[in-house]
């Protein structure tokens, strides 16, 4: 097991500027998820520490030691390919076997050492079969049993899970966090799927446009977001914002957002008199409030999912969503009231975009 | 009737009949009467009587016929080990991140494009005694004192037809295998170099295994046209020197039509086809799909 330093990244290809100087550490047995839209670079950076991608700048160390020049081979890492990257003419133990093999280890250790792996996986009946002959759940399996019986310092993840279907996905997450607590190898995963990220990582790592936005534990990124791109990726449904202005007068702190409602702010909040914010309010904690109190809404639609209900309204010209775990029945166009809780909202520079709680 | 009409299997037969019928008169008719002539003693302007078995008796016992077989065989198998391996290490080239990618891909079918007859036209005025443009270059870059009798010796002779065989067959090998190269997936080779594979054995192991359903296809087919080669050899040496390049199709055309042995020539013809089959056999059953290819469950 090893940590592993990333330190200015930089990578070009041809003219084209992909990661633009990218520092992560991720500790030794750690579980560190890189997200972000598609075209952000997380995959790149991930090949990147694998060895597959050249670097254009900056070092990557793997266990403190350097390995730009290293190649792949003998970083000691494994991978887990998006389409899973299976010999589709090596049986499930072949496939697992592989790395063993070509590293000349003895027969019953390569035996047992799969065989193991298997176990772990569940995979004991299908070590016969070919990959043709397995379902996606399984096939991802054979991924992991592949890279688990190298006991690599690091596993690395390329969007494991994007070619399962959502049941299996959940299920799958579940799994790979299990595997992570049991092995407790230092892992680097990337996914576009925030609640992946949120529910897997120790550490998430936010990327845009090969920049790092925002790293950290998943609550410190849902609790403080740094900036708007941050606050509106994590979190599901995704956080409302309002263009409004901060009123500092003798009653304390307030934002008005458009219509002159005022809302009073968190007694931390910074930012002067006057000054043009965004105005952050996650879905769940926005509350039903009295007449005359609040903000005024008008229903759009409302989507009961059973244990909770989305309800999609308009403040001002603005369309936000509210859920509340109280089931309601709103008709479309109906008048409600929202207020937020006032310790729990954001507030965001409307120039730069930046928290102001930062 | 309308039942027979909606009847799936006598609708099937229905509609293959057509290609049925092109079958018969086209393909089986020929091949029928050539065989049949086989058996018979038939001569240019007159009809053959059955005469069973004695055109291939008397071709068993025949040293020109014997030595045609010797010759099919060498140059169908020389020829196809090379345009082989010479096919796989231009697809492979060819499958990498090159400059002028394209231009390499298009340039390569150049010799499968010209009119075999055309390349034979060059390929013997290259071979010549005299003027062999070959010849002059190795004199000149000092390497022989005297030209290479290029046509003229045995040897010499069934290696320059396989050369120019090899010239020709090369590209559709190597066409064929790159697009076999061109669906392995870049991430299985990615997969194997973290696995710790060398190239070596990223090709040993994964380039290999996945590329011989294709290779077996590309094989049967080379061994095929060059078994049956005609035009080449028919162009550059007739059959020469001394019939040491004589391929049994030339020499099947030589006895039946400029020595108007009709049934003699058919004769001959017939023995390439046990030949023929048992190369598309051996492809049928030794290279046949692989397990892992098929789909479904066990």
Known sequence: ?358 | MNRLFNNKHFLGMLFMLPAGVLLLVFLTYPLGLGTWLGFTDAKIGRAGHWIGLDNFQYLVGDSVARLALFNTLFYTVVASALKFALGLWLALLLNRRLPFKSFFRAVILLPFIVPTALSAIAFWWMYDAQFSVLSWALERMGLIHTYIDFLGDPWNARFSTIAANVWRGVPFVAICLLAGLQTISPSLYEAAALDGATPWQRFRHVTLPLLTPIIAVVMTFSVLFTFTDFQLIYVITRGGPLNATHLMATLSFQRAIPGGSLGEGAALATLMIPFLLSAILFSYFGLQRRKWQQGGRD
């Open chain 1, 1 to 358: 097991m090893a940590s592993v330093h990333i330190r200015n990244v930089h990578k070009h290809f041809g003219g084209t500027h992909v990661i633009r100087g990218v520092d992560i550490d991720i500790a030794d047995g750690e579980f560190a998820v890189l997200v972000g839209p598609s075209g952000c670079g997380k995959s790149t950076l991930l090949r990147m520490v694998a060895g597959l991608e050249e670097i254009s700048g900056g070092e990557i160390a793997i266990g403190g030691k350097v390995v730009n020049d290293t190649p792949p081979k003998e970083r000691d890492i494994a991978m887990v390919f998006q389409n899973y990257a299976l010999y589709p003419h090596m049986k499930v133990r072949d496939n697992m076997a592989f790395s063993l093999m070509l590293a000349k280890r003895p027969r019953s250790e390569i035996d047992e050492r799969v065989n193991r792996a298997a176990t772990i996986l569940g995979l004991g009946d299908l070590l016969e079969r070919y990959p043709r002959q397995l379902s996606g759940g399984q096939r991802q399996r054979v991924a992991m049993g592949r890279a688990i019986v190298r006991d690599p310092q690091v596993f690395l993840f390329d969007e494991p899970l994007s070619n399962l279907d959502a049941k299996l996905r959940v299920a799958m997450r579940t799994e790979i966090k299990e595997l992570h607590q049991r092995l407790k190898t230092t892992s680097e995963y990337v996914t576009h799927d925030q609640i992946e990220a949120m529910t897997m990582a120790d550490q998430i790592v936010v990327m845009r446009d090969g920049i790092v936005e925002q790293r950290g534990r998943p609550l410190e990124l849902y609790d403080h977001p740094a900036n708007l791109f941050v606050a509106g990726f994590i979190g599901s449904p995704a956080m409302n914002f309002l263009p409004a202005t901060i009123r500092r007068g003798s009653n304390g702190a307030r934002v008005e957002v458009a219509g002159g409602v005022t809302v009073p702010l968190p007694r931390d909040a910074a930012g002067e008199d006057g000054q043009k914010v965004i105005f952050g309010m996650r879905p769940e904690h926005l509350a039903l409030a009295a007449d005359g109190q609040g903000l005024a809404a008008q229903v759009v639609v409302v989507e009961p999912t059973g244990a909770d209900t989305q309800v999609f309204a308009k403040i001002g010209g603005t369309e936000v969503t509210a859920v509340f775990r109280e089931r309601h029945e709103f008709r479309a166009g109906e008048a409600i009231r929202l207020v937020p809780d006032h310790e729990r909202t954001h507030l965001f520079d409307a120039e730069s975009g930046k928290s102001l709680r930062h």
